[in-house]
């Protein structure tokens, strides 16, 4: 993960006065000579930075360790991760057919499956694992 600090636009983005490289291994921090910047600026920037890489390091091993899909029938509490998940914009959720304005259609969790809407028939009969174990919360 790699950012850059200073006046940045899109004419000198390559000219930004401070580059700040993080990682699990350590940080760099690259500077103009004629910066200044000072030091519990450059530690704090990239404390953030290390955290930041190292949650999506986390979420990206907890989605490969859990990514079995889960089949219907779902318990209750399975449908009540699936349908917050839907609604919550994490990710994009599952989506039916695009309605008649272009808007898609939204999938609800039922214990038999997915419907695209109430009273309808089941168009889906699995989901990520993580997302009806709440995990994808953290």
Do not use: C, K
């Not at 690259?30 to 949650?55: K, Y």
């Not at 219907?72 to 057919?97: C, I, K």
């Amino acid at each position: 993960m790699s950012v850059r600090i200073g006046e940045v636009s899109p004419e000198n983005i390559a000219q930004a006065a401070v580059h700040v490289h993080a990682s699990r291994a350590g940080v760099e921090l690259h500077a103009d000579p004629d910066v200044t910047l000072e030091p519990i600026q450059a530690r704090n920037f990239a404390a953030l930075l290390v955290r930041g890489a190292d949650e999506v390091e986390r979420m990206r091993a907890r989605r490969r360790s859990t990514d079995e899909p889960v089949q219907a029938p779902w318990t209750a509490d399975q449908v009540a991760s699936l349908n917050t998940y839907q609604r919550a914009g994490v990710m994009h959720p599952f989506t039916g057919e695009r309605q008649a304005n272009g808007d898609e259609t939204i999938l609800i969790a039922t214990t038999e499956g997915w419907i695209t809407a109430v009273g309808g028939p089941v168009v889906q009969t699995w989901a990520h694992s993580w997302m009806a174990d709440w995990s994808w919360r953290r």
